[in-house]
């Protein structure tokens, strides 16, 4: 039972060197210090990295409804990276990794008055290719500022209390459910003082909905020590979790008490919903119900994570939601606690990553054994994470900036020959996660691709008309054509953009110049040469014209891939995942959405695109040539659980001068959860240069909405 959060008295002392808790009790070299965050946020410390001492003098409280036997506990929720804890002197032990929670029975040691003292280290990863520290994006990726340094103590410091039962963590999975029954596993981790036999009582108490609660009794006999109670439980009539566009994400609120010879030992409660989630050929299904996934890669909604909280959380979901996303790939990181709630609320999938990107040393695995089982036991009570990954990108991959020759070999070598990190770590960190919860699909690495008669592949990253490894968007859709197994599932594909200018001019000037240019390529992930290849941003004469060129790309680029995935849909295509949701410091990304939470263009496209009744058609990447027949078909999906009736299609062909070349009109109907249809095709036969026009207009299908596609028909080479 929670006692109180340690936030007040904090200091910190940066070092070189620990010297086993031993530190001067004097105030000379301390420096106040807030607990939770991050130390490059206090003055002083803003490009500290590596070692540093926290201290915090602290009263031990004496509330007036102590419990009998009473024991207390040190919990220290998450801290960047390694750390050392002593409390009064007393050494308390070491801890390697920033999300794992751990706790101490600090009962013989508090006093009235005490000091606790924790070290902690937190080294720049400067071998970028032999990480050591499992914190994934956080020390190394192109969407955070180079210079920055997680280090600090990240989540609250807290005082709990328990009789001689400490309840550690209450477990649940759902290994069945339909509308009449769920079989749900417990598993109760415990600590007894003694040898005791306890009385466990289970509450399933509905929280956002009306309905019965329901209370399970389990008896057992303890061991002195530490322990795990099994067991398990079947609701009736249980309410089922959906996603918001698949129905309510409804919750119970669970708790679990521990009763010793009738006095209350320990208790914890939580939200949980009841559901099942698979991937059947990555074809996924919520509750036995077929569906299409379609989301964005969620990096850490702050730079400085320790600054989230849940209505931070809450803001980002209400955009996801209202970009009709029904999953979030929590890329290469575990997330800020609130963000698991807010998102169970909210009814939005995640595709949660463990957090490794690209290479580490083979010193890494036990570390990452171990913490891959700690993030199951963590999270796995969510009903939003329905998939573990265990790995982004497990590829030699220094800078993705970087496309030279030497680069691109070594990339293309680890992809596609033996690796270390995906052969063998990932192998067992996938056996680990698929032990601990058989409930969800376990991704050995996330972007593997799937190549004929040599593998089977996993999700797919895809970057044709970005990164020139990849090459153009004509050679994406000849890999399309000849690769259909990378369709399946695609998880990262996307551009970068500047932001709104508002908020560009917040942290760059106009117009941009040269020395401008290079600070937003070095610390806020700007690839300059890389946008340089796609179109003439640097010919822009202001900083509007380079927003206007960046997200008007950006955006025509991820409908590019969001058609052709939505036509492909359940052939084979399951789930469309773009790169990336949301800027997590001021930065030129792939973002849809800026820092300061200001949607571009591109999101708005995106929320057209990912719309439940859409029509699109595809047009190949390429210039035509006058007289040439040129083939338009106009398709319509339906996403809905609801059949569509008496939908309106009209479809208008305009010249370069805007003037109507023909219009057509079309009444179409779709069953529930449809394939993507022809419902008409047109011929344009161009008869003079310039860009022509092809808008298709929906109307009776939700809110009206014309989707517009251009085409470039090129002068002949004798009149250029």
């Known amino acids: ?198 009385k466990s009582e289970i509450i399933f108490a509905p929280l956002t909905f009306q309905g019965e609660t329901q209370v399970f009794t389990v008896q057992r006999r303890l061991r002195g020590g530490a322990q795990t109670a099994q067991g398990l439980l079947k609701l009736r009539e249980p309410r089922r979790w959906w996603t918001h566009d698949l129905g309510r994400p409804d919750l119970y609120q669970v708790t679990v008490r521990i009763w010793l010879d009738g006095l209350l030992s320990d208790e914890q409660s939580f939200a949980f919903g009841v559901r099942m989630f698979e991937l059947r050929d990555w074809i996924p299904y919520l509750n036995g119900e077929r569906f299409l996934v379609k989301g964005n890669n969620y990096p850490p909604g702050d730079m400085r994570i320790a600054t989230m909280n849940r209505e931070r959380a809450e803001r980002d979901l209400v955009l996801a939601r209202d970009c009709h996303m029904n999953m979030l790939r929590v890329h290469a990181h575990i997330d800020h606690p609130a963000f698991y709630d807010a998102a169970d609320a909210a009814g939005i999938l995640l595709w949660q990553d463990f957090p490794l990107q690209w290479l580490y040393r083979p010193e890494v695995l036990p570390a990452a054994r171990h913490q891959a089982r700690a993030m199951v036991r963590l999270l796995g009570n969510h009903p939003s994470i329905a998939v573990w990954c265990m790995h982004n990108e497990a590829i030699h991959l220094e800078d993705t900036a970087d496309e030279s020759l030497p680069a691109r070999l070594r990339t293309y070598q680890s992809a596609f020959i033996f690796s270390w990190n995906r052969d063998v770590m990932d192998v067992q960190l996938k056996q680990i996660v698929a032990e601990e919860d058989p409930t969800r699909p376990v991704v050995r690495s996330s972007g593997e691709p799937d190549v004929p008669y040599l593998r089977s592949g996993t999700d797919a990253h895809a970057y044709f008309g970005w990164y020139r490894t990849y090459g153009t968007l ?54 300059a040469d890389i946008m340089s ?89 390429r210039e035509f040539a006058i007289g040439e027949a040129i083939e338009l078909p106009v398709y319509a999906v339906n996403d809905a659980r609801q059949p569509l009736t008496g939908a309106q299609v009209t479809v208008t062909l305009l010249d370069p001068e805007a003037s109507e070349l023909a219009t057509v009109t079309r009444y179409f109907d779709l069953p529930a959860d449809s394939l993507a249809t022809e419902i008409d095709r047109l011929r344009l036969t161009p008869t003079r240069p310039g860009r022509y026009t092809i808008e298709l207009s929906l109307i009776g299908a939700g809110p009206e909405f014309t989707n517009r596609y251009h085409l470039t028909v090129a002068a002949p080479i004798s009149a250029r």
């Open 1 to 198: 039972m929670f006692l109180y959060t340690i936030t007040d008295g904090w200091q910190i002392r940066p070092v070189t060197e620990f010297t086993q808790g031993i530190y001067p009790r004097h105030e000379n070299g301390w420096l106040p210090a807030i607990v939770p965050a991050h130390w490059q946020q206090l003055p002083g410390l803003e490009t500290h990295s590596g070692k540093v001492v926290y201290r915090c003098r602290f009263a031990n409280p004496n509330p007036p409804d102590r419990l009998a036997d009473e024991r207390r506990w040190l919990r220290i929720n998450g801290a960047f990276y390694y750390r050392h804890t002593y409390l009064n002197g007393v050494d308390l032990g070491t801890h390697e990794g920033y999300f794992e929670p751990t706790e101490r029975d600090v009962t013989a040691l508090l006093n009235q008055q005490n000091t606790l003292i924790i070290e902690l280290d937190c080294p720049d990863e400067h071998n970028k290719v032999g990480k050591r520290m499992i914190t994934g994006v956080f020390s190394h990726w192109d969407c955070f500022d180079p210079l920055s340094n997680p280090g600090g103590i990240w989540l609250p410091v807290e005082l709990h209390r328990s009789g001689p039962v400490r309840l550690r963590q209450a477990r649940l999975r759902t290994e069945y459910c339909d509308a009449r029954l769920a079989q749900l596993r417990f598993a109760l981790d415990l600590d007894a003082a003694q040898a005791v036999t306890i």
């Open 474 to 527: 004509a050679d994406g859709e000849a890999a399309r054509l000849r690769f259909p197994g990378n369709l399946r599932f695609v998880t990262e594909f996307g551009a970068q953009s500047f932001p709104n200018l508002e908020s560009s001019l917040r942290f760059m000037p106009d117009p941009l110049d040269e020395a401008a240019i290079a600070r937003l390529v070095a610390r806020h992930g700007l690839q």
């Open 533 to 621: 290849a796609w179109y003439p941003w640097r010919q822009a004469t202001s900083l509007a014209e380079v927003v206007e060129m960046s997200q008007t790309y950006q955006a025509e680029l991820n409908r590019f891939y969001i058609d052709r995935l939505r036509y492909h849909k359940y052939r084979p295509t399951g789930g469309i995942i773009a790169f990336l949701f949301v800027d997590p410091y001021p930065a030129v990304l792939w973002s849809v959405i800026d820092y300061w939470r200001v949607p571009k263009r591109s999101y708005y496209a995106m929320r057209d695109s990912f719309r439940p009744q859409y029509v699109f058609t595809l047009i190949e990447p």
